[in-house]
């Protein structure tokens, strides 16, 4: 039977790839991937010369299609992005639902994701904890969303481009405000890994002392909502600010 294996690859350290992803990207039919070129210096660094396929965002419905046929003629195909795991805020969903729909066997293998090793050594609370991907680029929408998720009391996770890290953490601490406590973690697994964690207003500060704070790859993590152990419950303060502007 022939399946899709998920494949992730290294997110920086070209070391983080395990053995079992390497025999399988070696044993498969072909690589289905975002670019071609940036995979294949990957496959090179591990002498693995198996075939590779462009699958991206642009046409990723219309090659799925040509590959759940390929797999349903007996051809093993691995996907991998260009870094981390496939599917999470990268291609390869249209391909994983195409394939269960045909009944192909979906084997994924675990390995890196930004997201997942930010989190574990972040420090905020990781027994809940939500994955918000990018946030909207535009700033009224950017901002919608983080009022949106103002009251969310589970550690969120963003992935957040250099070009707009300043912006958002403005947002970030005019919305939850300056105390809300935020955790940075850029350039995960490369040379100039740092990981830093500070309230909201202060990391705003400590941002703008040093562009290079503001480099590279990054996630954002920002902690979810605590309600002051003296204050009402927040429903019944929901309940009496519309009360209070009735009244009013
Ligand atoms: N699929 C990937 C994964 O599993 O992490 C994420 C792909 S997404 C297109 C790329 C984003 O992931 C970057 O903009 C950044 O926010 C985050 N990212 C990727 N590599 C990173 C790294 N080494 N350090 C910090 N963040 C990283």
Wanted: net charge negative; glycine share 6%; proline share 6%.
């Amino acid at each position: 039977q022939a399946v899709l294996y998920i494949v992730p690859t290294p997110i920086g350290n070209l070391a983080d790839i395990s053995q079992r992803a390497l025999d399988i990207l070696s044993e498969v039919d072909v690589i289905a991937c975002e670019d071609t070129r940036h995979t294949g210096k990957l496959l090179s660094h591990y002498q693995i010369g198996t075939p590779t396929w462009a699958l991206h965002d642009h046409n990723e419905q219309y090659k799925a299609d040509q590959l759940v046929t390929r797999v349903l003629e007996g051809k093993s195909i691995a996907l991998v992005s260009d870094a981390g795991t496939p599917l999470i805020s990268d291609p390869g969903y249209h391909l994983v639902n195409r394939c269960r729909e045909a009944g192909i066997r979906v084997v994924a293998v675990p390995g890196p994701c930004a997201a997942i090793t930010a989190l574990s050594a972040a420090g905020l609370p990781t027994d809940r904890f939500v994955f918000e991907g990018f946030l909207p680029a535009k700033d009224k929408a950017r901002r919608d969303k983080l009022e949106s998720l103002k009251d969310e009391p589970r550690t969120m996770v963003f992935y957040e481009s250099p070009r707009r890290l300043l912006d958002t953490v403005t947002a970030l601490a005019e919305v939850m405000g300056e105390d809300r406590r935020l955790v940075v973690a850029r350039e995960l697994t490369k040379a100039f890994e740092t990981i830093h964690g500070l309230p909201a207003g202060d990391m705003l500060e400590w941002l703008q002392q040093d562009s290079n704070r503001c480099r590279g790859e990054m996630v954002l993590m920002v902690a979810g909502y605590k309600a002051d152990a003296d204050a009402l419950p927040l429903p019944a303060q929901k309940t009496l600010a519309l009360l209070s502007a009735d009244l009013g």
